[in-house]
């Protein structure tokens, strides 16, 4: 009798099985409620697959391991450089003899020191009873190993002296004693699907990575050519291994790994892994949890066999339908339920009718597993984890009754609260054309091209030949970058070039600020800004921040996981004009109201405007929790905080 396993993996290989299979992913919102005592009462104190196995689902088994204890840190110690010795890992690392290693340990935080004979790097993960309260379930990166151009030989040192020696016993035990025949073990390849995505995920700080990319791509390259034997080796490992599935490659977005990036440095590499591991008979599946909108085309054409965590509208942008009807030619999609769905800010109406389009939108349901994606939050109702596997029981037969096919999705297309004008062009008068605006063209095409060195020496030019620095700054400056965010808004540009352009920009301002401040002009604002405690995505407000400084406010960065006692402090110290709060979780989201609760308790709501954004967050809201704002994006956010200032009283 074929087993969970066989039909699971059949289905992944896209052959015929007759029924849709429903595998969810329960280590996040397992942890996060073990940890809190909160598992349903009957599920009190037991492991996570017994759990699903309990419930009929098929495993899929991604670890949930005790980070506190020291043994258990010890297989992610090495986190910061994106290597684990857990036990989907199918070879053991030797690190180069001569490189010394000086691990220590300080509250959550955990700093490696790597001493190389041409320098020393270090690099510092995070993780506490806090990250475990939220289910994370792995250390997260907060000081990067490339911290400056000078880092690149250490690294390059470190990873081209390292070694790869496959080691299948702790897989196969896992596997024999834990996972046995009930769901599809999946091997853990790289992270990065590159040797270049590895750099930019793990290695540098997000967003400095780009800035890396375009100042000292050479140095980028040179390190990626030094990683390569190591990819190619752990590929040739993975290919003798006894895995069926390969998890190579994660976190894919169209902001992120932007689509002609994406294709020069992920495509070939996702490319050729596959074909290696298709060659022996396995599937590679990557991670995409992100926004696809797009990558649409990019990621089925790489060639990669499953496409894990598909995170279908009203999460993203493209319904799921859509991504079927595109996708399931050519890959095996795994996931399309959006995690939101679950939990309570759904209604049980809304649930059921996203079910009820589910059955339709990927009919004749052949190349598709369901899931919870990117997985299950530790809010949801677990009632509804049982409902999609009574509902995939009962109208799951294949192939799927094609209905009336109503795309899902279609209705929601636009991103949850994508707030109304917050996302309009910014127009006002300095942005038009003036006839004697040719004089400009150098500083703006500067800005556009993102030459922050190059830009200094036009406005240099500019004020030297007498042209106010006011005018600079309006019909040069902010026109040009006006210019870009409404690229990036209309998907026409990508994060780096907002970056570049707006790290030029500050550059120039820097040339203009004296002769702005001699000309007495009215200063353009000030914004505390971070990302809520809980949550330690940096991604989107660092665009922000960077955005803002760029037109000149003056910006104090909080970084990620603040106590909503230390944006009061902040708020208490600068007297800012805004404060700005960023979360990307829906577990954190709700942070963002006791932020504010704290400034009124402590007297400082009425001294500034609170502006709120990120993923999840809406316009709606905003309004419900008694924010001053809201931002879809960086372009909108910097709109909004213009528009409060122009409406500003003007002070003293
Ligand atoms: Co995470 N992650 N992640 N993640 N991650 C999301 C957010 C998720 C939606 C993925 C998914 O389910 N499809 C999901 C959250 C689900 C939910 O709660 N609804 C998720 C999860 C579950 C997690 C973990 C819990 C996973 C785990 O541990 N098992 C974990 C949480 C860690 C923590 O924070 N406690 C985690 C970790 C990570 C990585 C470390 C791997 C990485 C973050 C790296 C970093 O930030 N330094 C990561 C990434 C990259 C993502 C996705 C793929 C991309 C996020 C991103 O940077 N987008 C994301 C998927 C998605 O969003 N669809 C996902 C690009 C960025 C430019 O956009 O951040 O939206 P965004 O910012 C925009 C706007 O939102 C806005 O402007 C920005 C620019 O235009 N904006 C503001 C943002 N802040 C603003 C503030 C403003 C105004 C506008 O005013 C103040």
């Known amino acids: 009798m074929a087993t969970r396993k066989d039909v699971m993996l ?17 280590d996040l919102w397992w942890l996060a409620n073990s940890v809190a005592g909160t598992l349903p009462p009957r599920y009190a104190g037991r492991a996570q697959n017994e759990i699903a196995r309990a419930e009929g689902w098929n495993l899929y088994f991604r670890f949930a391991d005790d980070l506190l204890d020291p043994e258990t840190q010890r297989m992610y110690v090495h986190r910061g450089i994106g290597l684990f010795a857990t036990r989907d890992v199918l070879y053991d690392f030797v690190l180069p003899r001569d490189v010394e290693i000086d691990v220590r340990r300080e509250g959550g935080r955990i700093r490696v020191e790597y001493r190389t004979p041409v320098g020393t790097v270090d690099s510092t993960m995070f993780y506490d009873r806090s990250s475990q309260r939220l289910g994370i379930t792995s250390p997260m990166v907060v000081d990067h190993l490339i911290k400056s151009p000078d880092d690149y030989a250490a690294a390059g040192y ?8 496959p080691n299948f016993t702790r897989f196969e035990r896992w596997v ?25 995920r793990d290695l540098l700080d997000p967003t400095q990575f ?43 977005d169209d902001m992120l790994t932007y689509p002609p990036y994406f294709e020069k440095e992920l495509s070939p590499w996702i490319r050729k892994a596959s074909r290696a591991l298709g060659e022996r008979g396995k599937l590679l599946l990557s991670h995409c949890d992100g926004e696809n909108e797009g990558l649409m085309d990019l990621i089925p054409e790489s060639g990669m066999h499953v496409a894990e965590s598909v995170c279908p509208a009203p999460m993203t942008r493209i319904g799921l339908a859509e991504y079927y009807r595109r996708w399931s030619d050519r890959l095996t999609l795994w996931g399309g339920i959006p995690s939101t769905i679950v939990l309570p800010e759904t209604s049980d109406a809304d649930f059921e009718a996203y079910l009820d389009r589910l059955f339709e939108a990927v009919a004749p349901g052949r190349r598709m597993l369901v899931g919870i994606a990117d ?3 530790p809010g949801a109702i677990f009632s509804r984890l049982q409902r999609i596997g009574e509902r995939v029981e009962k109208e799951g037969a294949l192939p799927l009754r094609v209905g009336a096919a109503r795309p899902v999705g279609a209705a929601e297309l636009s991103r949850v609260g994508q707030g109304a004008g917050a996302a309009a062009p910014v127009e006002d008068a300095r942005t038009r054309e003036e006839p004697d605006d040719a004089i400009y063209a150098d500083v703006r095409l500067a800005v556009a091209k993102g030459k922050h060195v190059a830009v200094k020496d036009h406005v240099a030019a500019l004020l030297e030949r007498g042209v106010p620095a006011r005018l600079i700054l309006d019909r040069g400056l902010i026109a040009a970058i006006d210019a870009v965010g409404k690229r990036m808004a209309a998907g026409q540009a990508f994060i780096p070039e907002v970056l570049l352009a707006a790290r030029a920009m500050s550059a120039a301002i820097g040339v203009l600020e004296p002769h702005l401040a001699v000309g007495g002009e009215q200063r353009r604002g000030r914004i505390v800004i971070g990302t809520v405690t809980g949550d330690l995505h940096d991604i989107g407000k660092n665009l922000v921040v960077t955005m ?22 902040a708020v208490a110290e600068h007297r800012p004009d805004f404060l700005g709060l ?11 109201r006791e932020v504010i609760r704290a400034l009124e308790a402590r007297g400082l709501r009425a001294s500034c405007k609170v502006i709120v954004g990120g993923a999840p967050v809406s316009e709606a809201f905003a309004r419900q929790i008694g924010a001053d704002g809201f931002a879809p994006d960086a372009v909108a956010a910097v709109a909004l905080a213009n528009r409060f200032m122009a409406d500003a009283p003007v002070q003293a």
């Open 10 to 26: 059949a289905a992944l290989r896209g052959e015929e099985v007759d029924r849709l299979q429903y595998v969810p992913r329960l």
């Open 375 to 377: 997985q299950v939050p």
């Open 158 to 165: 470190l990873f081209e002296h390292m070694d790869l020696v």
């Open 210 to 252: 780009y800035f890396h990319y375009k100042d000292h791509g050479a140095k980028v390259a040179e390190l990626a050519a030094r990683i390569e034997p190591l990819f190619d080796k752990a590929l040739a490992i993975l290919c003798d291994s006894p895995a069926d599935v390969v998890w190579w490659g994660a976190n894919y």
């Open 548 to 569: 803002m400084r760029g037109v000149g406010f003056e910006v104090f960065d909080l970084g990620v996981n603040v106590p909503r006692e230390a944006f009061c402090d």
């Open 582 to 592: 960023s979360a990307l979780l829906t577990t954190t989201m709700m942070e963002m």
């Open 176 to 200: 024999r004693d834990e996972l046995r025949d009930d769901g599809v073990a999946v091997a853990q390849g790289f992270m990065g699907a590159s040797p270049v995505h590895q750099i930019q």
